[in-house]
């Protein structure tokens, strides 16, 4: 069986708080968005990442697969979180094919998991020293790559929530990477300086910083919009969903207006000093700063968290809406209702753009 690039695909997005669908039609500057859904996930059935309650993830997608009307059985889905490493290496310059054989002997020094217990994928970066890869001495030199690993356990688990709700995971790729993809919308990126992209999610933060239109630094950060949520509910004694509601501008009568604020916006200044943390030692490894940052995710649709994190940072913030570079038919869609909704979809339209050649 062979799938071409043109094939449909459908892009899961399996967060800790809700899955998100989307599928998208055409090509690069003629995409249009064909599907696009939430379904919220039980309280803790995911947590840190990590699926606990798989008959709950696998109902939510089969229904959220059914409200979409979706056809396609070709599924891409992806992973994050502290099983997943990812590091810019150098080795000896040599051809693609010749570090595919050797990938994982070059990888094994970097990677804290026994190697046999992960999948490993590298893109090449850059060549430093020689360029042409028949001279003799082309061991001098060195080349930069960037180097995935990540846990075949995690792997393992989204493709059997993917299976079992009936569709075949043919693509399993990184938040961080999706996400990255979904800004790559709104224009080349290969000029545009030093960029991030902080997927503010609800028990990670997945934050890319791109260096002309190549991924310069990655990290997943634990904690995320959940921590918030849980200490609005400690707080103001209130449940998850009055919580959740609350931290999106809906501050019930019980609570006070000015508490409540406060109880958000020092929650999310001590998330965001790892991000600031992050971008200290970018900085200081690179000898670059970062000049802006695009905010999604989640955690992006909390009234005023761009403005907080700007302040935090001393750089220009802006929400990441995909859905603003994609045709989206009016007489399919709710346009309000997409445009509030825009952020949350950065993943699930970065994984629904991708392009593949699958056997």
Request: proline share 3%.
């Amino acid at each position: 069986m062979f799938l071409s690039a043109n094939t449909p695909l459908v892009a899961i997005d399996i967060g800790t708080s809700s899955i998100k669908l989307a599928q998208v039609a055409g090509s690069r500057n003629k995409y249009e968005l064909t599907s696009f859904g939430v379904m919220p996930l039980p309280h803790e059935a995911i947590v840190d990442g990590v699926i606990r309650e798989d008959e709950l993830v696998v109902d939510a997608l089969s229904k959220l697969i059914k409200a979409e009307k979706i056809q396609t059985r070709y599924g891409v889905a992806s992973v994050s979180g502290e099983a997943v490493i990812i590091k810019k290496i150098k080795v000896p310059i040599m051809t693609e094919a010749e570090l595919a054989e050797s990938i994982a002997k070059e990888a094994e020094q970097y990677i804290p998991f026994d190697i046999d217990d992960v999948a490993i994928d590298f893109q090449i970066l850059t060549q430093s020293g020689l360029q042409d890869f028949e001279e003799e001495d082309a061991e001098e030199g060195k080349m930069e790559v960037l180097l995935v690993a990540v846990q075949k356990e995690i792997i393992d688990s989204r493709t059997a929530i993917l299976e079992e709700a009936g569709l075949k995971p043919v693509i399993i790729d990184l938040d961080s990477f999706a996400a990255v993809n979904a800004l790559g919308l709104s224009g080349d990126l290969s000029s545009s300086g030093s960029l991030a992209v902080i997927d503010l999610g609800a028990s990670f933060i997945h934050l890319n910083v791109i260096q002309n239109g190549q991924t310069g630094f990655t990290q997943d950060i634990p904690g995320g919009g959940a921590q918030c949520t849980e200490r609005l509910m400690s707080e103001f004694s209130l449940e998850f969903a009055q919580a959740e509601a609350l931290k999106a501008g809906d501050i019930p009568d019980s609570v006070d207006r000015e508490e409540a604020v406060a109880t958000i916006v020092e929650s999310f200044n001590s998330i965001f000093e790892e991000v600031e943390r992050s971008f200290e030692f970018f900085s200081s490894t690179s000898n670059t700063q970062v000049e802006k940052v695009y905010l999604t995710g989640g955690g992006a649709l909390t009234p005023g968290v761009d403005q907080l994190l700007s302040q935090k940072l001393k750089i220009p913030v802006e929400i990441l809406n995909p859905l603003d570079n994609i045709k989206v038919s009016s007489r399919k869609f709710d346009r309000e209702l997409i445009a509030q909704m825009g952020p949350m979809a950065s993943v699930a339209v970065g994984l629904a753009i991708r392009k593949f050649d699958y056997k």
